[in-house]
């Protein structure tokens, strides 16, 4: 009668109970509502199988990050989201972050971050969302180039001219601190100290920006080469490894080349720096337009070519072949843009972009057979 009496009161209670709130996270009361709300405001997104591990192959993407007046923690948490479960999907297990910089001209003094750099908040963002992914972070700054060419249509950022050059690496070291310290404060395995600065490689001051660099940043320091300039000479910026951006222009081809006439062509300019295998060489850029006439300038990201998508699908089915056969160390596919619309496919009119197009099946296949 007792144990009865109890239940009933019990039950009489049950309302007054959830009236106040007062039960359980697993019933969706207010300690769940705080759950979900947390969720949403930190979403998980998906989780590379198979994490990178020393001696794993870097297979990823660059991901090109120019911001804009008035970006949101919140539009870019979706997004950053929205961009690592894409990576995830496509079987990548690294992820590199380009960012630009600026400069006043191709002989100025001094560099800086612009309107269109991320924050480095945002930043951190991004990567901590590909951290908890499992993606292999890298952290690249990459000079803009659109201030040196407004002075002078055949500047690039390989062909700097520094007006006083003491000045310039004392500028670039100040400009890179942040960003070291915010790569060692959110996982980043690499630090590309430079990227595609030709003219100023030998320079013995890069000394001195890398011991600054590595006492903030514990992670492996690389430099990015231009193609021309990895297969010429020996490259002297004294980093932990080299990456190389590869457009090696294959002038005698034409559209219509198969991917072994393609994959011979990248083995012959390969060759010319040695031949075999590259363990130690990663491939920081691989892209092309999809439009004809590009095998003889893959750089040339205003062609003005028609659209045909198959030159670009044979190009990275040709650069795939070439990075497992010499063992490289990696390949990042150029470029994914931070702000893509990656459901929609590649933006009306452009040329540049994978999205959408054969190519894209090419790097999902690429990593998904990768030899691990």
């Known amino acids: 009668m007792r144990a009865r009496r109890r239940r009933l009161i019990l039950l009489a209670l049950l309302p007054l109970l959830l009236t106040a709130g007062c039960v359980t996270p697993g019933l969706g009361g207010p300690a769940a509502t705080t759950a979900s709300a947390s969720a949403s405001r930190n979403p998980v997104p998906a989780r590379v199988p198979r994490p990178w591990r020393p001696g794993d192959p870097q297979l990823g993407a660059q991901v090109l990050w120019y911001t804009y007046r008035g970006e ?54 991004l990567m901590d969302v590909a951290a908890a992914a499992g993606l292999r972070i890298t952290l690249r700054p990459l000079l803009d180039e659109r201030d040196l060419t407004a002075r002078d249509p055949l500047a690039w950022r390989g062909s700097l001219a520094p007006a006083d050059r003491a000045a310039w ?104 720096k040695s031949t075999g295998r590259l363990p130690r060489i990663v491939l920081t850029e691989v892209g092309i337009p999809a439009e004809s006439g590009a095998y003889r300038h893959p750089a040339a990201w205003k062609g003005g070519g028609r659209l045909d998508p198959t030159v670009q699908k044979r190009w990275f089915e040709a650069a795939c072949k070439v990075a497992r056969d010499r063992d490289m160390a990696g390949l990042y596919w150029w470029n994914l843009d931070f702000h893509a619309d990656l459901a929609a496919g590649a933006p009306t009119g452009s040329h540049t972009s994978f999205l959408g197009r054969p190519a894209e099946a090419v790097i999902s296949s690429c990593f998904r057979t990768w030899p691990r």
């Open 72 to 125: 949101s923690d919140s539009s870019v948490r979706t997004q950053a989201l929205r961009l690592v479960n894409y990576m995830v999907g496509k079987h990548m297990n690294a992820i590199s972050m380009t960012f630009p910089f600026t400069t006043a001209g191709p002989t100025a003094s001094q560099v800086g971050a612009s309107s269109q750099t991320p924050s480095a908040r945002h930043l951190g963002m």
């Open 169 to 272: 690496f004392r500028s670039y070291e100040t400009f890179l601190a942040p960003y070291l310290a915010l790569a060692a404060r959110h996982h980043a395995r690499t630090f590309v100290i430079g990227a595609e600065l030709t003219s100023l490689e030998s320079d013995p001051r890069w000394r001195s920006v890398i011991a600054a660099a590595r006492r903030s940043f514990s992670g492996e320091i690389s430099y990015d080469a231009n193609w021309d300039d990895y297969v010429s000479r020996h490259i002297p910026v004294p980093v932990d490894h080299l990456g190389v951006d590869a457009y090696f222009p294959l002038s005698g081809l034409g559209d219509d080349a198969s991917v072994a006439d393609l994959t011979a062509g990248w083995q012959r300019w390969l060759d010319r």
